[in-house]
C-alpha cells in the first residue's frame, strides 16, 4: 500500500555533494523509521542513515560528519545530503522505511537510485 521513491542520484566527483530524496506515497499510515540503505556490487545492503520518531538520527560509522539525514513529515519525504563525497560511498542507495498502516507494521523499500563518485 505504500510506496518509496527516491531521487537525486548521479555521477559526482570525489569532495563533491548529493542530494537523495525519498517520497512515501498511499493510505494514511505512520512511519516508526525512515532512512537509506546502499549496497556496493558484491556487497552486503548496510545501513546509512536511519531518522526515528522524536527526529533521531543513527549515522553509519563510516559517513559520520559528512552526511545529514532530515525529514518533511508534511511532504512524506526524507532527504540524505551527503557531503565531502568519497569513492567509498560508491552505491545504489535504497530508502527504507518502517510503517505502520491499519494496524500492520511492516517494512518498505524503494527501488534504489545510483549515486557515482568518481576517484
Known amino acids: 500500500q505504500v510506496q518509496l521513491v527516491e531521487s537525486g542520484g548521479g555521477l559526482v566527483q570525489a569532495g563533491g555533494s548529493l542530494r537523495l530524496s525519498c517520497a512515501a506515497s498511499?493510505?494514511?499510515?505512520?512511519?516508526?523509521?525512515i532512512g537509506w540503505y546502499r549496497q556496493a556490487p558484491g556487497k552486503l545492503r548496510d545501513s546509512v542513515a536511519i531518522?526515528?520518531?522524536?527526529?533521531?538520527?543513527k549515522y553509519a560509522d563510516s559517513v559520520k560528519g559528512r552526511f545529514t539525514i532530515s525529514r518533511d513529515n508534511a511532504k512524506n519525504t526524507v532527504y540524505l545530503q551527503m557531503n565531502s563525497l568519497k569513492f567509498e560511498d560508491t552505491a545504489v542507495y535504497y530508502c527504507?522505511?518502517?510503517?505502520?498502516?491499519?494496524?500492520?507494521?511492516?517494512?518498505?523499500w524503494g527501488q534504489g537510485t545510483q549515486v557515482t563518485v568518481s576517484s
Open positions: 527504507y522505511a518502517d510503517i505502520t498502516q491499519t494496524f500492520r507494521r511492516d517494512d518498505y
Open positions: 531518522i526515528k520518531r522524536g527526529n533521531i538520527t
Open positions: 498511499g493510505s494514511t499510515f505512520s512511519i516508526n523509521a
